[in-house]
């Protein structure tokens, strides 16, 4: 699968089958998101795998679609908001690049919000200095969703002279 297949294809997956996802395999997907674009190479980001205690802890509603592995991804906060800025937005390369190196290889993942939530932090033991950027689902989808309507590019692009 080509990079352009590759983002045009992938989904947020609803619903995981129970296989498992190899560490190694795992790790490669990390290993190429760290090629994220990054200001000044400060490479903001931390990975938590979060185990089964965790998780539970977490309370997501579905469970994040019964996925075998759930991660949660940080980012590292600064005193000035442009830096801070600068550190989300890096982390969330890194996170797309690995949404996307997964995807390649036939494993979707699962978008969410939840470690924002009151408690998450003490629950996902997030350091001083960091903070959640998503959770991620991580596993072989039980089922690819139907890719939803986007915007055409020509509503969203402006020319300045």
Same mark, same amino acid.
């Given at each position: 699968?080509?990079?352009?297949?590759? @983002?045009?294809?992938?989904?947020?997956?609803? $619903?995981?089958?129970?296989?498992?996802?190899?560490?190694? $395999?795992?790790?490669?997907?990390?290993?190429?998101?760290?090629?994220?674009?990054?200001?000044?190479?400060?490479?903001?980001?931390? %990975?938590?795998?979060?185990?089964?205690?965790?998780?539970?802890?977490?309370? =997501?509603?579905?469970?994040?679609?019964?996925?075998?592995?759930?991660?949660?991804?940080? &980012?590292?906060?600064?005193? =000035?908001?442009?830096?801070?800025? +600068?550190?989300?937005?890096?982390?969330? #390369?890194?996170?797309?690049?690995? #949404?996307?190196?997964?995807?390649?290889?036939?494993?979707?993942?699962?978008?969410? &919000? @939840?470690?924002?939530?009151?408690?998450?932090? +003490? @629950?996902? $033991?997030?350091?001083?200095?960091?903070?959640?950027?998503? %959770?991620?689902?991580?596993?072989?989808?039980? +089922?690819?969703?139907?890719?939803?309507?986007?915007?055409?590019?020509?509503?969203?692009?402006?020319?300045?002279?």
């Amino acid at each position: 699968m080509d990079v352009k297949e590759a @983002i045009v294809g992938r989904r947020n997956v609803k $619903q995981f089958k129970a296989d498992e996802i190899e560490r190694d $395999q795992l790790l490669r997907w990390l290993d190429t998101a760290r090629y994220a674009p990054n200001h000044r190479m400060v490479e903001p980001w931390q %990975v938590v795998v979060v185990g089964p205690d965790a998780r539970a802890a977490l309370h =997501h509603g579905a469970n994040f679609g019964d996925a075998p592995v759930v991660l949660a991804f940080l &980012s590292k906060t600064a005193e =000035h908001p442009v830096d801070r800025d +600068e550190n989300i937005i890096a982390t969330a #390369c890194f996170v797309q690049n690995f #949404c996307l190196a997964a995807w390649s290889d036939g494993v979707g993942t699962r978008w969410t &919000s @939840i470690g924002t939530k009151p408690g998450a932090r +003490e @629950i996902l $033991q997030v350091p001083e200095g960091y903070e959640v950027v998503v %959770v991620l689902g991580v596993g072989y989808p039980a +089922e690819v969703p139907v890719a939803k309507e986007r915007t055409p590019i020509a509503e969203k692009l402006r020319e300045l002279g």
